[in-house]
């Protein structure tokens, strides 16, 4: 990474063990992309008023070159019994299959347009190229 991972987290017990879980999360993205410019990480837990439980928002952005960014938000929303480790790897989850996507179109890993998806003048031109 060219920048140093940036991890905030507020209103958040046990700090140590949060933040170790997102290096191990950043860790096993950068397997899967060595590439990525920068990351910053926002962890916050707000407390609700039914039965002192906690909802956790978060929030992961992550720069691919040349000019990617991933933005991905996680709230453990209505099920606020959800532990926040489960929250980070839905978040983290959805990361990896951006980063994936952006990959696979970048070694041009996706499929083209098929000629029942292209418009009449792209299908006539497609037609001409191919008798030649």
Do not use: W
Request: glycine residues 2%.
């Amino acid at each position: 990474m060219d920048v140093p991972l940036e991890i905030v987290l507020k209103n958040v017990k046990n700090k140590s063990e949060i933040e170790a879980v997102v290096y191990e999360k950043i860790e096993k993205l950068e397997k899967v992309c060595d590439h990525i410019t920068s990351c910053h990480v926002l962890v916050e837990q707000n407390p609700t008023h039914q039965h002192a439980t906690f909802s956790y928002h978060i929030r992961v952005d992550v720069k691919l070159p040349p000019h990617h960014e991933i933005v991905v938000k996680r709230d453990s929303g209505r099920n606020v019994h959800e532990d926040l480790g489960a929250v980070l790897r839905e978040a983290f989850i959805a990361v990896r299959r951006q980063v994936e996507q952006i990959l696979d179109r970048q070694k041009s890993l996706v499929k083209a347009h098929t000629k029942e998806k292209m418009t009449p003048k792209q299908l006539r031109k497609a037609l001409k190229t191919e008798e030649l």
